[in-house]
């Protein structure tokens, strides 16, 4: 009875280095190419992973994996007329669309960096809601198409932004604010 529970254990230990093998041959490693960015991506069966906020490589699953948030920090250098210097931090998030950052795909065996850098382009959307009726929405989008709908500027939520109307000539047709929701 002990040699047979022996065995077994044998048997199931040697079955669970299998497996731990068999799992290491089908990963691959992920990483961010720049700091300050957290990516959080979901796979097959519910896998996922978050990538950043540094740039070290981490194993992850081989497999095609889907964006589910963006989270980036910026730093801006502000100069006073008086010369002091400060740094202001911006935080923006995004749950989507993703442009070009979808899917990201991990190969076994290599290293994937997502791209997470570039300069964000501040945009208004307009779609049409009826006989001469506009609807504008406030868009900041990355430069690999993702969308960012949440900014923070030191850690507080930034108020919705103004806008203002001009026609060619540069007059004023209309004066507002964005509303959120």
């Known amino acids: 009875m002990k040699k047979l529970v022996a065995i077994v254990m044998v048997l199931l230990a040697l079955g669970l280095v299998a497996a731990g093998l068999l799992s290491l041959r089908k990963t691959g490693m992920i990483a961010a190419d720049s700091e300050g960015a957290r990516l959080i991506i979901r796979g097959s069966l519910g896998l996922g992973a978050t990538v950043g906020p540094t740039t070290e490589p981490q194993p992850i699953r081989a497999g095609q994996y889907t964006p589910v948030q963006l989270y980036r920090t910026l730093e801006q ?87 203002t109307i001009l026609d060619k000539a540069g007059n004023v047709l209309q004066t507002g604010k964005f509303e959120y929701g």
Do not use: C
């Open 77 to 163: 250098q502000i100069v006073s007329g008086g010369g002091s210097k400060t740094t202001e931090e911006w935080q923006v998030y995004s749950n989507g669309p993703w442009g070009e950052l979808a899917p990201v795909v991990v190969e076994k065996g290599q290293t994937t960096v997502v791209k997470l850098d570039g300069p964000l382009i501040a945009k208004v959307d307009v779609t049409a809601a009826g006989s001469g009726v506009r609807l504008l929405a406030p868009l900041l989008v990355g430069a690999h198409g993702e969308h960012y709908s949440m900014f923070k500027r030191n850690g507080k939520t930034v108020g919705a932004p103004k806008f």
